[in-house]
């Protein structure tokens, strides 16, 4: 990696979190855990690096187990995480439901 | 259009669409849109990779998926409400592995990477460990696998120092001799996972709320790591979005226990100060179901403060209940919520709104206690150290300064209790003692299902 490279990635990143401090601080308290575990999904996206490491491993034995794992580590956050926070917030409603006079 | 530059504009869009699925979560109306928006940024970023020219065979990919897929699916569907917090601490650590994993086979791959590229490895590779066995720790802490107790031992922060020093000089080792130093690869790998134990271990039961925002956010300075391995714009910036979300509940949380951050992660809190109970005065005051109904009965506004205690005994459907059967009552009926109240944040409010209480009646802190003078009966369930006047006035308690919900004003306090046994944080509480506090004494479902029977009854 080049040092213009870095310095693009670091620009990338500083900003991110700016960006980030900004929206989730709009979140409100009753939100705080459907956001961490929508967070758990999004960190998922370390997916996206393991699926390019899976998708080029060769034949390479101790390749394949790294790449192979990292698939499934973070493929459990990116579907655990965004249905288990929908199932969550599927719960929030505004007024009661039916079964409760 | 060459593919890269494709592959990076749908980058782009998916994190448009993080972004905007994060600002949907600003109003519980809106938020199940935002996150299902959010699913499909992550569903693109995914598919759009499977067309990097650098991913030439697919059946370990789909291996991958198909194991992740299931567990996750199985995990989400399964998973009780009350366990939210081990799910999300388990998730945090799995975050983190993932990291390392890329970190490790970029690394296992390419033997020709630069320096600059090695830093980004080992950086990988620390972040990604000390998040994976710290996030497992709170896990086995949560989870009661092991003790709640902060565990400390003689020497315990220069050991750590120690730790610390060795792995920065296996950092330094690695990134000026990356030829054959694979062995250093495995020490670095080795003493993370060693640091992120060390780290959790020493962190008392009721910081958990802490620990867990931290390791989440954590998790996504991991994933922001793994991007700058790989040089993947989309993975810094959601890494960035996580890292400060997880950042943004740490504060949050500190400030509601009126604690600084290196005051949580150093001290033991909660190891030393068992016992050290304040003054306590006065004599408890038993009740039982039935004078406990009599008195919710006539009263036109009630509070429920509830704690870490609704969660273990399950309680949150009956408190609806009786929630319903007061405001039929004609009583109005308020849910104070405590900050710090349960294992993680806003795991009240998840419970609450499992048992079907619409979230406009959830009570944030600042929003109850002006009104709380005008409140008849404050019935806290399985809340200790949240409802302690001692934080408000008794400097010689450990609690002092930390903001409470000040259940005390209202005219009848209900304190629902298995025992006399002070709280997470070992501190007695003068409340029990107070003239207007009456306890009711038993498993707190129990208790509740007797008052709504009385009122049944009637």
């Known amino acids: 990696m080049d040092p213009t490279t870095l310095i693009f990635l670091a620009f990338i990143l500083v900003l991110s979190i700016f960006l980030g401090f900004e929206i989730i601080s ?10 961490m575990s929508g967070s758990n999904a999004i960190s998922g996206i370390t997916l996206v690096g393991a699926v390019i490491a899976a998708g080029s491993t060769g034949n390479e034995t101790v390749s394949i187990i790294l790449a192979t794992s990292a698939v499934a580590f973070a493929t459990i956050n990116v579907i655990g995480g965004y249905m288990v926070t929908d199932r969550m917030l599927g719960m929030f409603r505004k007024k009661p439901t039916g079964d409760n006079k | 259009m060459s593919l890269d530059i494709l592959i990076n504009l749908i980058y782009i869009v998916s994190a448009i669409l993080f972004i905007y699925g994060l600002k949907m979560l600003s109003s519980p109306a809106t938020a199940r849109r935002g996150n ?3 699913a499909i940024g992550m569903f693109l970023a995914v598919v759009t990779t499977l067309i990097n020219k650098e991913v030439v065979d697919f059946q370990w990919i789909v291996l991958g998926f198909v194991i992740g897929a299931v567990i996750g699916a199985f995990a989400a569907r399964l998973i009780a409400m009350t366990q939210m917090p081990e799910m999300v601490a388990l998730f945090n650590g799995f975050g983190g592995i993932a990291s390392l994993l890329v970190g490790w086979g970029v690394y296992h791959s390419g033997p020709s990477v630069d320096s600059l590229t090695i830093t980004t490895i080992f950086l990988s590779i620390l972040i990604g460990g000390v998040t994976f066995s710290g996030s497992l720790i709170a896990f086995a802490k949560l989870s009661e696998i092991i003790g709640g107790k902060p565990t400390l031992f003689p020497g315990q922060k220069v050991f750590n120092v120690l730790i610390l020093i060795a792995i920065i000089a296996a950092g330094v080792l690695f990134i000026i001799s990356p030829v054959s130093s694979y062995d250093i690869l495995i020490a670095i790998i080795v003493l993370s996972l060693i640091l992120g134990v060390l780290a959790v271990i020493p962190i008392g039961g009721a910081d ?5 925002s931290l390791l989440n956010s954590y998790s996504g300075l991991a994933a922001c790591a793994a991007g700058f391995v790989i040089q993947n714009n989309i993975l810094i910036v959601s890494g960035a979005l996580v890292g400060a979300s997880g950042i943004i509940l740490t504060k ?8 600084s951050l290196s005051n949580v ?11 050290k109970g304040g003054k306590q005065e006065g004599e408890v005051k038993p009740i039982v179901a039935e004078d ?8 036109s506004s009630v509070a429920f403060v509830p704690g870490y205690g609704l969660a273990v005994a399950q309680a949150q459907h009956v408190v609806r209940e009786l929630g319903d059967l007061l405001e039929a009552n004609g009583a109005e009926v308020y849910y104070a919520i405590h900050p710090v109240a349960g294992r993680m944040p806003g795991h009240m409010n998840v419970l609450l709104a499992e048992a079907n209480v619409p979230y406009d009646k959830l009570y944030e802190m600042d929003d109850i206690n002006p009104i709380m003078n005008t409140v008849d009966v404050a019935v806290v369930i399985g809340a200790n150290d949240v409802v302690n006047p001692a934080a408000r006035h ?5 609690i002092f300064g930390m903001p409470i919900i000040n259940v005390d004003y209202a005219k009848t306090v209900f304190v629902l209790k298995r025992s006399m046994a002070a709280g997470f944080a070992g501190i007695g509480n003068e409340l029990f003692f107070a003239p207007n506090t009456r306890m009711l004494f038993g498993d707190a479902k129990a208790s509740i299902s007797a008052v709504v029977a009385e009122f049944k009854e009637s």
Request: proline letters at 8%.
């Open chain 2, 36 to 38: 299902f928006i959010s």
């Open chain 1, 26 to 35: 709009k979140v409100p308290a009753t939100l705080h855990t459907p956001l």
């Open chain 2, 208 to 212: 958990m709320p802490v620990v867990i």
């Open chain 2, 265 to 275: 992660l150093f001290s033991g809190f909660g190891a030393t100060t068992t016992g």
């Open chain 2, 394 to 398: 008794d400097e010689e308690s450990p």
């Open chain 2, 252 to 259: 949050i949380m500190c400030k509601a226990m009126n604690r």
């Open chain 2, 292 to 299: 406990a109904y009599y008195i919710l009965e006539a009263a």
